[in-house]
C-alpha cells in the first residue's frame, strides 16, 4: 500500500495457463552419463502449459538481444525440439554444453539434485528474461514471464503472547520445500505448516507494543498463490542425511484456501500436471525419472529416452521427491 504500481515487464494477461495447442507427448532425452537430473527437470518444465505457450510463441527469441547464453532462448529451442521434433529421443545439447552458465556448481558428467537444477533453471531463465530491460526497478524485475507463473508470497504473522500484536513480513518464493519426516500425506505437512507455533526462547522478540522481550507465536501461510506451484519433499533427513523413503500421499487436485492468508472465499484448486520421483537407496546417488501430463491430457512416464503411457494412479502412486501444480 502506498507504493508505485511496477511497470509490467511481462503483462499477465498475456499468459494462458491451457494449451494453446495440442503437441505430440514429448521425446526421451537421452542420458549422457549421470545427465538424469537434467533431464527430468527439462521434461517437467517442457510439459508446464503457461511456460510452453511462451517458448513455442517465439516472443523471446524475437526480440533477444542478448549476446552469447541465453537460458530463455535455450530452453526456447529446447522445448520446440521436443515437442515437435519425429524423433523418439533428443539429446539436450546446448543445456549440456552451458551448463557452467546455468549453476556453477554444476559440473558435467557428475551426478546433481534436480531440485537445486530447477532452482537454478528459473534464476537463469528470469537473468535472461532482464538482460534488455536494465532500467527496471526491483519491484518491476519480478514481473518477468517466469516470475509471472512461478512466483508466490509467503506471509509471516509473529503475534506477541503477551498483548497480542502482530507483526507482519513477506517472502516471495518460487518454489517450496516441505519437511515429511514427520507426517504421511502432503495435506498433513500443510496443514502442520499453517498451523502456529510458540517461538522458543533464542527466538523471543522485542515486541514494538510491550517495548520488552514477550514470548510470541509464528503462523505462516501463502499470502498469494503462484500459477504454478513446485513442491519438494525433502528425502533428505536434516540430522543423518540418510534418504527418508517413505510414501507420502499427495492428491491429484489439491485445494490451497485453507493454506492461504485468507481463508474465506472460493476453493483455489491446482492440478497435478507433473512428478519428479529419485530411485537409489542414498540422495547422493541414484536416478532420476519423472511423469508428466501432455497437451492430450494423458500422463507419461519420462525415464531419459524411453516414454511410456501410464495412467493417473501410477502417478500418486510413487514415492515423490518434487511436485509441480497449475492453477
Not at 508446464?48 to 526456447?76: D, I, K, R, V, W
Amino acid at each position: 500500500e502506498g507504493m508505485a504500481l511496477p511497470r509490467r515487464n511481462f503483462p499477465p494477461e498475456k499468459i494462458c495457463m491451457d494449451w494453446q495447442q495440442r503437441q505430440r507427448p514429448g521425446a526421451g532425452l537421452f542420458n549422457l552419463g549421470n545427465t538424469c537430473y537434467i533431464n527430468v527437470i527439462l521434461q517437467c518444465l517442457t510439459s508446464t502449459p503457461p511456460l510452453a505457450n511462451y517458448l513455442l510463441s517465439h516472443e523471446h527469441s524475437q526480440s533477444c538481444q542478448q549476446q552469447g547464453f541465453c537460458m530463455m532462448c535455450t530452453m526456447e529451442a529446447h522445448v520446440r525440439k521436443v515437442l515437435c521434433s519425429s524423433a523418439t529421443a533428443v539429446l539436450p545439447g546446448a543445456v549440456l554444453r552451458d551448463l557452467k552458465f546455468i549453476g556453477e556448481e554444476f559440473e558435467y558428467g557428475r551426478q546433481e539434485n534436480a531440485y537445486e537444477f530447477l532452482r537454478c533453471t528459473l534464476k537463469a531463465m528470469h537473468r535472461a528474461c532482464l538482460s534488455r530491460r536494465r532500467d527496471l526497478d526491483d519491484s518491476s524485475q519480478e514481473t518477468t514471464i517466469v516470475h509471472r507463473i512461478f512466483r508466490g508470497l509467503m506471509k509471516s504473522r509473529v503475534t506477541c503472547l503477551r498483548c497480542q500484536a502482530v507483526v507482519d513480513s513477506y517472502k516471495a518464493f518460487l518454489d517450496v520445500s516441505l519437511d515429511i519426516s514427520g507426517a504421511s500425506s502432503l495435506l498433513a505437512v500443510l496443514e502442520d505448516c499453517v498451523t502456529p507455533k510458540q517461538l522458543d526462547q533464542k527466538e523471543r522478540f522485542r515486541c514494538s507494543k510491550c517495548k520488552k522481550k514477550a514470548a510470541a507465536s509464528k503462523k505462516v501461510t501463502v499470502h498469494h498463490a503462484p500459477r504454478v506451484l513446485t513442491l519438494c519433499l525433502e528425502r533428505a533427513d536434516q540430522w543423518t542425511g540418510t534418504k527418508i523413503s517413505k510414501f507420502v500421499e499427495y492428491p491429484e487436485y489439491l485445494d490451497l484456501r485453507p493454506y492461504m492468508s485468507d481463508t474465506a472465499g472460493e476453493p483455489l484448486l491446482c492440478s497435478l500436471y507433473a512428478i519428479v520421483v529419485h530411485s537409489g537407496d542414498t540422495c547422493l546417488e541414484g536416478h532420476f525419472l519423472c511423469y508428466t501430463k501432455a497437451s492430450n491430457g494423458l500422463w507419461y512416464k519420462m525415464d531419459d529416452e524411453t516414454v511410456d503411457n501410464c495412467d493417473i494412479h501410477t502417478v500418486l502412486g510413487q514415492q515423490a521427491y518434487l511436485l509441480f501444480y497449475a492453477r
